[in-house]
């Protein structure tokens, strides 16, 4: 069984995603805040964590920089998932090393899709994604 970390301040949101994730065949661990994010990370070394951004203290931009400067952590897949919809700040994220960065609202669905495709790419395929996604985001079409 694969196992997810959600890391997210929003104590109903978590357990949306625990509900859908454990559906999918997940098996869900959490922290409410990203200092302890960062900790259950290290301790558990899940195979994918789903990330939110805007926290308290120590946010996601912290938690992603903190993760993909450890050696255990540095490879560990991150999608970020954010109310914010700027593309500087979904450009950031790839440049700090997200997988993926999608914003809510989203159906549970393109959530379960989104940590598939992520869990099934190379970590060569990862960078070489976040590469082009951080490029895409940066820019912005004015019409």
């Known amino acids: 069984m694969r196992r997810v970390l959600v ?16 559906h999918a065949g997940f098996e869900v661990l959490e922290a409410d805040d990203g200092e302890r994010g960062i900790a259950a990370a290290l301790e558990h070394l899940p195979d994918v964590v789903v990330l939110d951004l805007m926290m308290p203290r120590v946010d996601g931009f912290d938690v992603l920089r903190a993760l993909r400067t450890h050696p255990d952590a540095s490879e560990m897949p991150v999608l970020v998932l954010t109310a914010d919809s700027r593309s500087d700040h979904h450009r950031r994220c790839y440049e700090l090393g997200a997988d993926d960065v999608m914003t809510k609202p989203f159906l549970p669905d393109a ?33």
Not at 116 to 133: F, K, N, P
């Open 111 to 143: 959530l379960m899709r989104g940590l598939a495709r992520m869990l099934d790419m190379t970590q060569e395929e990862r960078v070489v994604r976040r590469s082009e996604a951080a490029e895409a985001a940066g820019h912005v079409a004015f019409g």
């Open 7 to 22: 890391i997210d301040d929003e104590a109903d949101v978590r357990l949306l995603y625990r509900v859908n994730l454990r």
